[in-house]
């Protein structure tokens, strides 16, 4: 199977069945990692949306499941950790601002 640029499948044109292992896993992989960054995406969204709506408490809630979810995303390898700790210290400084 081949996931191209275009999001198309296509399989059994690989000369080798170890290059054809490999982009099986290559597939599974981006799919997987795709789905969590897209969860990430979501999570700090749901926080600038209660940042925007001057909502401390939700804003705060939500902080604490994008924290999860992006040091998760962060210690899996699907983002890079100084990219999770640079979202993580910007949304905290964002959400303590409004509070204080």
């Known amino acids: 199977m081949c996931l191209s640029p275009r999001g198309d499948l296509r399989t059994g044109w690989r000369n080798h069945p170890s290059a054809d292992k490999r982009n099986r896993q290559r597939i599974k992989r981006t799919l997987r990692n795709r789905a969590v960054k897209a969860a990430v ?6 926080v600038r949306t209660a940042l ?9 809630k939500a902080l ?19 990219t999770a700790s640079r979202k993580i210290a910007r949304l905290s400084a964002a959400v303590h601002a409004l509070k204080g």
């Open 41 to 46: 995406r979501t999570q700090v969204k749901t």
């Open 64 to 82: 604490a499941e994008a924290i999860v979810a992006i040091s998760k995303s962060a210690s899996k390898g699907t983002l890079p950790k100084k």
């Open 52 to 60: 925007e709506g001057k909502d401390g408490a939700a804003a705060e």
